[in-house]
């Protein structure tokens, strides 16, 4: 039985919610996978870092109190030494999962780029280092012959981006658009029904919702990213962040809501990229109030929705989580699933390669 050994960088909420999965699930998700998931090295900026090539007691870590550090176990220090660490740890895996800077995409993207130059394969669900440097770690992994995945970049666990990747052969696409955070249809959801901006964005914190730094939910800057990677993986066209045009939610009043609610309409932050005639794309972050009738009015809390506007089929539209721990967890699983197939796909075909090489049936 195959071992996959993983190494998270980032010890947050959706890198836990993996743990806890395979730490609590791991005799059926071994049997039904095929192979089985082993972590052997963690860092975090709170709990430092811990390298055990035998296997981490996922139970006794994620147990440990938040201020605590990893510092008193074995192959552990207080330091999360993060080069050191995905550059000489005995991972096949990297898990990225730190926080997402909608700058420069940085210290994530480094992490990325080393994982892949020591030989490992990467999955993340940071934004940063997919919106602002996919193809040149996409082109690094391919020169490796290694896998760069980031399913979880966008609709966390919703498999939207495989979706418009392998499930819409022969069409094209022209537009897509919809409703691509969690955290603030979530807050619009709550303000509807009277709660303050500041008291449904905590809540959306307490439920894991949110981006370390919440205005990146309320003002735009997530979305503007993910539909950044939208253009760039469904239209095939790479726009600037400062070309997409970004306003918020935070603009929208109690009067705005009331005034939304009594004419039937709700507000919705749509994200959206539309090719233009000359080849290139228009993309947009904005508040829209929408009739009831709309596809996108009725989707609600952290749940999602993207639109594909295509030749053949119209409009197709997939909805599913856009943010939670253990949805966006899924996400990672899913890509260490797409990473098994294509290294089974890759064995597949060196033995092939080598059986016509020598001639000889093995
Ligand atoms: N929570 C969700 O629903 C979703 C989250 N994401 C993305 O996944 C990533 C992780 O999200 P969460 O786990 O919710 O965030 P979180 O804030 O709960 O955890 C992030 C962890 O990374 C650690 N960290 C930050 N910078 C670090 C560094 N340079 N080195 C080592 N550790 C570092 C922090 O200490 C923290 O424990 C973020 O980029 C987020 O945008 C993507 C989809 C959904
Ligand atoms: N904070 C984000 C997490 C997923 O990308 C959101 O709320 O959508």
Redesign the pocket.
């Known amino acids: 039985m195959r071992t996959y050994d993983l190494a998270l960088?980032?010890?947050?909420?959706?890198?836990r919610a993996l743990a806890e999965l395979i730490s609590s699930d791991a005799e059926r998700l071994t049997r039904q996978l095929g192979f089985s998931l082993r972590v052997v090295a963690i860092?975090?900026?709170?709990f430092g870092s811990l390298v055990q090539p035998d296997g981490i007691d996922l139970a006794a870590v994620l147990a440990m109190p938040r201020g605590a550090d990893f510092s008193a176990l074995p192959g552990g220090s207080a330091d999360?030494r993060?080069h050191d660490v995905i550059q000489d740890c005995p991972a096949d895996i990297v898990v990225e999962?730190?926080?997402?800077n909608p700058v420069d995409g940085q210290?994530a993207a480094s992490h990325v780029r080393w994982a892949l130059e020591s030989g490992k394969h990467v999955t993340t669900?940071?934004?940063g280092p997919v919106a602002l440097h996919a193809r040149a770690l996409t082109a690094l992994a391919e020169e490796r012959g290694l896998s760069f995945e980031f399913e979880?970049?966008v609709l966390?666990g919703t498999p939207i981006l495989r979706f418009a990747q392998q499930m819409l052969p022969g069409l094209t696409t022209t537009s897509v658009e919809g409703i691509l955070n969690?955290t603030s249809n979530y807050v619009l959801g709550r303000r509807e029904a009277g709660a303050t901006l500041e008291a449904a964005i905590r809540e959306a914190q307490e439920l894991?919702?949110a981006?370390?730094d919440p205005t990146a939910d309320i003002e735009g800057s997530d979305v503007r990213l993910k539909v950044a990677i939208l253009a760039q993986q469904v239209l095939g066209v790479d726009v600037s962040l400062a070309s997409i045009d970004t306003q918020g939610i935070s603009g929208i009043s109690d009067a705005d809501i009331r005034e939304a609610s009594e004419q039937g309409l709700r507000w919705k932050l749509i994200g959206s990229a539309t090719r233009t005639d000359d080849g290139g794309v228009t993309a947009a972050v904005r508040p829209v109030a929408l009739g009831e009738e709309h596809p996108l009015a009725g989707i609600a809390g952290a749940t999602n929705a993207v639109t594909f506007t295509t030749n053949l089929l119209g409009q197709v539209t997939v909805s599913g989580p856009g943010?939670?721990?253990v949805e966006?967890a899924y996400a990672l699983l899913s890509d260490i699933i797409a990473i098994d197939a294509a290294t089974r796909t890759s064995e597949r075909a060196a033995a092939a390669e080598l059986v016509d090489l020598v001639g000889v049936t093995l």
């Open positions: 960088i980032g010890f947050g909420g959706v890198s860092t975090d900026l709170a999360p993060n999962a730190t926080f997402t210290p669900t940071n934004k979880g970049a966390s969690g894991g919702y981006e370390a943010a939670g721990r966006t």
